[in-house]
């Protein structure tokens, strides 16, 4: 009996981390607006906004839900000072438009 027992349990430990061990983690991506015109920072690399359009593009469409069709990727948001802050809710709105709906503002 004791042996049936420690034997469920490792099947049961064995199939739970079978399931989550083979997903990728849900990538986080950190956007920063700064404050030149057309500057901001992705992941730390500077870029211009037809730049950070196309990595983001790329970022959701590597990330995207079959069945929802949005992105599993999570991206952080802000501004440095002096940033427009139009231009902040440019990029929320272009990650939007790309299904990035997962979206933190603030660092």
């Not at 981390?17 to 992705?42: M, S």
């Not at 500077?46 to 970022?59: D, F, H, S, T, V």
């Not at 999570?74 to 929320?92: C, F, H, K, Q, T």
Request: with cysteine.
């Amino acid at each position: 009996m004791r042996t049936l027992l420690i034997v469920l349990v490792l099947a049961c430990s064995l199939a739970s981390t079978a399931c989550y061990g083979n997903r990728k983690p849900i990538p986080v991506v950190t956007v920063a607006v700064l404050a030149e015109d057309d500057a901001f920072q992705l992941n730390g690399q500077q870029m211009n906004g037809k730049q950070l359009a196309e990595e983001l593009r790329q970022i959701a469409q590597h990330n995207r839900r079959e069945k929802t069709d949005n992105s599993r990727a999570v991206v952080r948001i802000a501004s440095r000072p002096g940033a427009n802050y139009d231009r902040l809710r440019a990029v929320e709105e272009l990650c939007h438009s790309l299904g990035l709906d997962k979206i933190e503002k603030g660092m």
